[in-house]
């Protein structure tokens, strides 16, 4: 039983928990919400639904990315 | 779950559309949903020269993959904006993916082109370094784009951006700013014309396509997004997806389809009184534009001529 290796990033952590177990459980476990994150078991990328086995390696991505994406401010026209 | 084109196992699931997609499924469907949104809003021609606004991100370097893909004749503008640890990695995404690609990449440095960084031209101008660096970016790519006779630029918003900056617009009851909040903004002027065709996707696909189709993107946040606005705005949003997929595209396309009549007319009277900024040549109404006055005061030299090879 090795356990299910789980690389978090921004920044960039790692963290071991008990496998095997489902890629929802795993994500609930942690706080995540399916929304914000992909999830790559073993360098592919799974869907919610995948069981993630003992001994895998898994990242947890976030996809939400911050930054000024609004239009210019009042005055300067864009 | 299987492929909801093929009927093979499925890597993604994209639940707005109820749907989950093999990774060939998934990449026609990213290529399709940019195709339509250029079509339905009329973005640009096959013909035209198209300017990438790249940053290194997901976003960027999707965006610009697939108008390869597609046949455009678009070439990238990546801009070094001195954040450490940061700007650095991003830059070398940005090139490794042009070389990679064999596209041409122009590079501006705010550093060594225009004697400031972000952080240096935030402070001075009393702004948050977004801010500061949102007006660097979009004068950049309006002198970069009309230097260098491009058509249109386009850069990489995602659904996910137009929803929560919409949420923020709407809670303020912005007019003029949701009177700018479209997909398409005419140029003119003195503007480029500037375009987002990833309107119809949100950020995990982006994500998701950089990851099937093998494309390095800078992962790691930028140091000053943290406690950014939009990002909140993302949050609440995405707890809301969570129990209603859907909601973020029916709020922005709802916007899109019956909102935006709300400020055709002040997006036109914006222009009026338009002149060129005597030290720039940019459009402003003020007496000097918002972009000369930071780097003035930041102690760099706005007039520096950006390196853009017209074709
Ligand atoms: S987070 Fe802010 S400072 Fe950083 S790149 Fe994005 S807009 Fe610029
Ligand atoms: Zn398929
Ligand atoms: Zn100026």
Redesign the interface.
Known sequence: MGGVKVLL????RELEVPGPLGVLALLEQLGY??????V?VDG??????ATIADGSGVEI?????????????????? | MKCKVCRRPAVVDVRRHNAAFCSDCFLGHCRAQVERAVKEHRMMGPDERVLVAVSGGKDSLALWDILLDIGYQADGLYIGLGIAGYSQPSGEHARAFAAARQAHLVEVDLPSDFGYDVKTGAAADRRVPCSACGLSKRHVFDRAALDGGYDVVATGHNLDDEAAVLLGNVLRWDVAYLARQRPVLPGGEGFPRKVKPLVKLGERETAAYCVLKGLDYQVEECPMSAGNRHLGYKEALNAIEERSPGTKAAFYNGFLDRGSALGAELCQDEREGLHPCPSCAAPTTAAVCAFCKLVERAGGDPRRRIPVTAL
């Open positions: 990033r921004n920044p960039k919400i399916r929304e914000a994150v992909l790559i592919t990328l799974v869907t919610g639904d991505r976030p996809v939400v990315s911050g930054g000024a994406t609004g239009p210019a401010p009042t005055g300067s026209p864009r």
